[in-house]
C-alpha cells in the first residue's frame, strides 16, 4: 500500500474504531458492547482487504505502488532509446531515473545533465528486477 493509502486507511480505522468505542460507552449491557467493537474491527478489517485488493489486484494500483517505489528510490533502472523515424538507432542510455513526457519532448536527468529528446521514436523500458 502506498503512504497516502496508509494515511487514510489510518484515519478511517481510527474513526470507525473511535466512533464504536464511544457508541459502546452508551450501552448499558456488556455483550452489546462487545458485539458493536467487533463490528467495528470487522469492518475495519474489510476496508483493510478492500485496500489489500486495490493496491495488488488492480493495474491502476500497482501503477500507483510503481510511482511510489520510483518517487522514494530515486527512479527506476531503465533503458530509453531514440531511433530515427526510418529505424536507425540515434542514441541510448541507461540508469536509475525517471523520464517525463509531454506532447512536445521526453526529458530525464542522468549523470548530472537533463536530457531532453524532442522528436523520434522513443522506446523507453524498465529493466527487470534482480
Not at 54 to 60: E, I, K, L, S, V
Not at 92 to 109: A, I, L, M, R
Amino acid at each position: 500500500m502506498t503512504i497516502g493509502g496508509w494515511i487514510f486507511f489510518g484515519i478511517l480505522a481510527a474513526t470507525i474504531l473511535g466512533f464504536c468505542i464511544v457508541t459502546s460507552v452508551e450501552m448499558n449491557s456488556a455483550s452489546s458492547k462487545a458485539l458493536v467493537l467487533i463490528i467495528g474491527m470487522i469492518l475495519v478489517a474489510a476496508i483493510g482487504a478492500g485496500f489489500h485488493w486495490y493496491y495488488n489486484g488492480t493495474a491502476r494500483g500497482q501503477r500507483a505502488l510503481k510511482t511510489q517505489e520510483s518517487n522514494l528510490d530515486g527512479g527506476l533502472s531503465r533503458t530509453v532509446t531514440v531511433y530515427s523515424y526510418s529505424g536507425d538507432e540515434i542514441a541510448s542510455w541507461s540508469g536509475k531515473f525517471d523520464v517525463t513526457e509531454n506532447d512536445q519532448e521526453t526529458y530525464f536527468d542522468i549523470d548530472g545533465r537533463r536530457i531532453i529528446i524532442q522528436g523520434g521514436i522513443i522506446i523507453n523500458e524498465e529493466e527487470p528486477k534482480e
